[in-house]
């Protein structure tokens, strides 16, 4: 199967190469865990390979989730949307499970032929929508099916009571359904320094089976960390951009010419705004190698 990337920093090294195409994907994680800021990531990395991107939000608005992209440092957005490559459909307040029934087809129809990424954020209120479970798994089960008919698929997971719990009905389903399982440990009541990811599931790829520290970062959004690093705060300004280019002459490559514009412009503007940053968990080298390793600009 393809391999396509996943526009988080250190994930795809974590899934052979990347999240395999026409797939389904549920991160899992409580709130304020970065679920929302890993599946615009992903997004993005998409409208940079020149694939529509579709959000399909149950919970917040449009506006407020453009507006935390903003905040992240990605104005792009919505010049994706008046390009037209990057669709909201606000499916808050709808029956969603008689849109899942009535109108799915229809809108699947309408975007044949496109290779897009597709967002559901957040899954929980599709299963909430009816009450017996086998029902729960049929609608879930049409969704996803219908929806990798136009493309890649990625879900998130509302994770409720006991972070780590994954036993409950509204979880258990999606992740038997899915391709691949991506669950965000984060307690903030008990432990909000401490943030971890783990690959519960991913069909047909060899995946890392630990725990790995993530932070979010404005700029950057949600990266993987290599190692556990002390939390004492390091440089504040670091010169990224000129860090970035020496690493890309070390790398043998010499320049990014096979890099896409959009692709080349969102590195820039990324090192940019992690200059203005305090690096507190990750060093400005470890955090440049995955920007260069999400692009394969560091690959043997």
């Known amino acids: 199967m393809k391999k396509i990337r996943s526009g988080v920093y250190g994930l795809n090294a974590l899934m052979d190469g990347g999240v395999n195409e026409h797939t389904t994907t549920v991160v899992i994680g409580s709130s304020g865990a970065g679920?929302?800021?890993?599946?615009?990531?992903?997004?993005?990395?998409?409208?940079?390979?020149?694939?529509?991107?579709?959000?399909?939000?149950?919970?917040?608005?449009?506006?407020?989730?453009?507006?935390?992209?903003?905040?992240?440092?990605?104005?792009?957005?919505?010049?994706?949307?008046?390009?037209?490559?990057?669709?909201?459909?606000?499916?808050?307040?709808?029956?969603?499970?008689q849109f899942?029934?009535?109108?799915?087809?229809?809108?699947?129809?309408?975007?044949?032929?496109?290779?897009?990424?597709?967002?559901?954020?957040?899954l929980t209120p599709v299963l909430w929508s009816v009450k017996e479970k086998y029902e729960?798994?049929?609608?879930?089960?049409?969704?996803?099916?219908?929806?990798?008919?136009?493309?890649?698929?990625?879900?998130?997971?509302?994770?409720?009571?006991?972070?780590?719990?994954?036993?409950g009905p509204e979880i258990v389903i999606p992740m038997y359904l899915a391709d691949?399982?991506?669950?965000?440990?984060?307690?903030?009541?008990?432990?909000?320094?401490r943030r971890e990811l783990k690959i519960v599931k991913c069909r047909s790829s060899k995946h890392s089976r630990f725990w790995h520290p993530y932070g979010i970062m404005k700029g950057a959004g949600l990266y993987i960390r290599r190692k556990e690093n002390d939390t004492t705060k390091m440089v504040v300004e670091p010169d990224l951009t000129a860090l970035l280019k020496e690493k890309l002459e070390?790398?043998?490559?010499?320049?990014?010419?096979?890099?896409?514009?959009?692709?080349?412009?969102?590195?820039?503007?990324?090192?940019?705004?992690?200059?203005?940053?305090?690096?507190?968990?990750?060093?400005?080298?470890?955090?440049i190698h995955l920007i260069l390793e999400e692009y394969g600009l560091n690959e043997d």
Request: hydrophobic share 35%; net charge negative.
């Open 35 to 97: 679920k929302t800021t890993f599946a615009t990531q992903f997004l993005r990395r998409g409208l940079e390979e020149n694939e529509d991107a579709i959000f399909i939000t149950l919970d917040e608005t449009p506006e407020q989730i453009i507006k935390e992209a903003s905040l992240m440092g990605w104005e792009d957005v919505e010049n994706y949307m008046e390009e037209g490559t990057m669709v909201f459909v606000d499916a808050g307040g709808k029956q969603f499970s």
């Open 100 to 122: 899942i029934q009535k109108e799915l087809a229809e809108f699947v129809d309408d975007w044949a032929g496109h290779k897009a990424r597709i967002v559901i954020d957040p």
């Open 136 to 167: 729960q798994r049929e609608l879930v089960s049409f969704l996803l099916r219908e929806t990798r008919k136009i493309g890649t698929v990625l879900c998130t997971l509302e994770e409720h009571g006991t972070v780590g719990d994954l036993s």
């Open 180 to 193: 691949n399982v991506i669950h965000l440990r984060y307690a903030s009541h008990e432990h909000p320094e």
């Open 250 to 287: 070390a790398s043998g490559k010499g320049n990014a010419s096979r890099l896409s514009g959009k692709a080349l412009t969102n590195i820039l503007r990324t090192t940019e705004l992690l200059s203005r940053e305090p690096f507190s968990d990750i060093t400005p080298e470890e955090l």
